[in-house]
């Protein structure tokens, strides 16, 4: 018996891997196929497939050891890198302890011993250490018997980051079941802290994700590393998400004369400013500095909009998009991760990306997904260490933006007026930089988007 386990932790691993066509080619594929979550089990009530079951993960939270243990590896990972990589660097800063709680002296013990420890060696100690802390809490037991149970021939992690992984891998290991996990966005490898497990096997986006791998965990070049693409791009391929231009129009109520903006948020952590170039945008229209056209708003999955009240009734002819995601638990550890789209969003998402003239982010993924539908994309980026801004143009210096910034795939604007003149230069020649976005999405995309999910599951049958 062939037998597939899926471990889908969150509402963007339900999108990326349920609501393409993932799962059906998998029940196809593998005799048996089991999905491990981490979202309640009654959100997979639509996959009705005889050899596909669902088990629903327990809430696994942190004793202070195992904590403890976590922060050592991860910080050490930031420390070993932190003068290569500027978003390394970055992310090392944001972990620094600021208040005097007992957590925060600990965060500062776990910085000092870094400073000092924090080769490959150390590392592997370290994450030593949580293994052992793991006996002491009763969810390990409830893992290890859900897989000594079920026994897939390999146990396929939708995302390398969240600290329960470690403890299904670590169980996994202990069966000898085979574990691989798949890099589950472009910039987790050369700006986030170590992942959280040493998993047996990879499954990378693309050969340049393979190198970064290669580069910050020098063990997997003895380790099966497979190029498939992403499959957060294929539903784009596929005609049930499809919309006429008509459908666009009404669905969003706009004039069908007129080109359409896309401003696309960010969520507050990272995309303070949204709100700020959302105003410069609608005060540039109401001024008539850019052509009448239908403007609209998409707000982050990870937030309700709230936070752009003001902006609603200062400028009504704004068009929002809230995107559906369905928040399926509360009083979570992570609520935001809690969240699961609707099947009616990636209508709207692919319809927004098809239909409209332009796309304007900070600096997100976004703009790959307009690029595929060959649209401009202009990033705002006016916050600086010295303009009391939040300091968006920091993100100019990740490397994965930095290949976007020197591709010349994007406009980068860091004024209004800047701004302002890029959108009705994007408006008036939208092909401009059509060569630069199609080289940018090669690299950063390995794989045509039609056949994603059989590669993937080529891959993890060949384990």
């Excluded at 922060?71 to 930031?78: I, N, T, Y």
């Excluded at 795939?409 to 003149?421: G, H, R, T, Y």
Aim: hydrophobic share 35%.
């Amino acid at each position: 018996m062939k037998h597939l386990g899926i471990v889908i932790v969150d509402g963007v691993g339900y999108r990326n891997f349920v609501l393409s066509d993932f799962c059906a080619h998998a029940v196809e594929t593998f005799d048996r196929v089991t999905i491990y979550s981490g979202l309640p089990e009654d959100v997979y009530s639509d996959l009705n497939f005889a050899n596909l079951k669902v088990k629903e993960l327990p809430v696994f939270k942190e004793n202070g050891k195992t904590w403890f243990f976590r922060k050592l590896k991860e910080v050490a990972h930031l420390q070993h890198h932190k003068n290569d990589f500027y978003g390394i660097n970055a992310n090392l800063t944001k972990n620094k302890a600021v208040s005097n709680s007992r957590r925060a002296w600990l965060t500062r013990l776990v910085f000092s011993i870094t400073r000092i420890f924090n080769s490959e060696r150390s590392i592997k100690k370290f994450y030593g250490w949580q293994q052992q802390s793991f006996a002491e809490n009763f969810i390990t037991e409830e893992y290890f018997e859900l897989l000594r149970k079920d026994q897939p021939n390999v146990l396929f992690f939708t995302h390398q980051r969240p600290p329960y992984l470690a403890l299904l891998d670590h169980a996994a290991k202990k069966l000898g079941i085979k574990t691989c996990s798949f890099i589950f966005s472009w910039d987790n490898l050369p700006s986030k802290g170590r992942m959280a497990a040493p998993f047996d096997s990879f499954l990378v986006w693309s050969s340049l994700m393979k190198k970064e791998l290669h580069y910050f965990y020098p063990k997997t070049k003895d380790q099966t590393v497979t190029v498939v693409g992403t499959p957060q791009f294929e539903p784009y391929v596929l005609n049930r998400y499809a919309s006429s231009r008509e459908y666009f129009f009404e669905r969003f109520n706009l004039n069908n004369q007129y080109k359409s903006i896309c401003y696309s948020c960010g969520d507050i952590s990272t995309s303070q400013n949204d709100g700020l170039y959302i105003k410069v945008i609608a005060e540039a229209l109401r001024d008539k500095q850019i052509p009448k056209v239908n403007f609209i708003v998409r707000t982050s999955p990870a937030e309700d909009g709230s936070r752009f009240s003001s902006l609603k009734a200062e400028f009504p002819f704004i068009k929002w998009n809230f995107p559906q995601w369905k928040l399926t638990r509360e009083n979570h550890p992570e609520p935001w991760s809690q969240r699961v789209p609707l099947e009616e969003d990636l209508v709207d998402l692919r319809s927004l990306l098809e239909h409209c003239d332009l796309n304007i982010n900070m600096c997100s993924t976004m703009g790959m997904d307009f690029m595929l539908f060959q649209k401009p994309v202009i990033n705002p980026v006016f916050g600086n260490e010295e303009n009391g801004l939040y300091n968006d143009q920091k993100y100019l210096r990740y490397s994965h933006y930095e290949r976007v910034v020197a591709s010349g795939a994007v406009a980068i604007v860091k004024n209004d007026q800047e701004l302002i003149s890029a959108i009705n230069e994007s408006l008036k020649n939208p092909k401009a930089r059509l060569k630069q976005q199609e080289q940018l999405l090669d690299l950063q995309i390995g794989k045509t988007l039609e056949g994603t999910s059989e590669r993937i599951l080529e891959a993890l049958l060949n384990l």
